[in-house]
């Protein structure tokens, strides 16, 4: 029998709603998502920096990340054109006492404004990488840019870029890697303006069948 207390919405209810309900619904149902700076900066040595929350890991050999680029279209896209000159960008995990400011680098700013200085953030370099980290965030991640990959269907562009460095505090790492973003105040995002915080709740071992609970009611 259907369960009547759902809401539900046809595919025909989602393309009568206007235009900012249905950003704002499809950008929140797919959870909560990574909030992340992106750092870059251009040839002229404009630094820029971009609020973006479609991070994801790609492959851990070689070590590769990506994110979505929206469409370009009537719109100047400081990151996507930086990225493209430099061949270089900063992934950097916004802490949970900046999340205002970096919320705001989202404004769009004039193309000779850097939102570092602008939002009130620090640009931060190590090693003469040339893309700028964010000195206030506590995972840093610098990246060299792999590949760019078109997707017609959206008409946006998924950045694919190999990992060069990872700064983070010594306390969030343990002896097998895993990070613990609760103690780094990683924070994460619903939609395009609501911010959550992290909380570890529990870690499993690697999944086997044969080790799968008798009697999953008593879990």
Not at 21 to 29: E, W
Not at 43 to 72: D, E, Q
Not at 124 to 137: G, I, L, N, S, T
Request: charged share 25%.
């Amino acid at each position: 029998m259907e369960n009547l207390d759902f809401m539900h919405f046809a595919k025909k209810d989602i393309d009568s709603m206007n235009r900012v309900q249905r950003l704002n619904l499809i950008n929140s149902i797919t959870g909560i998502k990574p909030a992340n700076l992106v750092g870059t900066k251009s040839k002229k040595g404009v630094s820029n920096l971009a609020i973006i929350s479609s991070i994801v890991h790609l492959s851990s050999n070689p070590p590769l990340i990506g994110f979505i680029m929206r469409p370009s279209g009537e719109f100047r896209r400081d990151t996507f054109n930086n990225i493209m000159e430099t061949g270089y960008f900063t992934v950097n995990h916004i802490k949970s006492d900046i999340v205002k400011r970096a919320h705001y680098t989202s404004a769009k700013f004039d193309k000779d404004i850097s939102e570092f200085e602008a939002c009130g953030l620090t640009e931060h370099y190590r090693d003469d990488f040339f893309a700028p980290f964010v000195k206030e965030c506590s995972i840093k991640i610098g990246l060299k840019l792999r590949e760019y990959v078109p997707i017609s269907s959206s008409k946006t562009t998924l950045i694919v870029g190999e990992l060069q460095q990872v700064l983070l505090p010594d306390e969030i790492i343990d002896e097998k890697g895993y990070l613990n973003l609760e103690d780094g105040k990683s924070m994460g995002i619903s939609g395009l303006n609501s911010y959550y915080e992290l909380i570890y709740k529990e870690s499993f071992p690697y999944a086997r069948v044969n080790e799968l609970p008798k009697d999953w009611a008593a879990q």
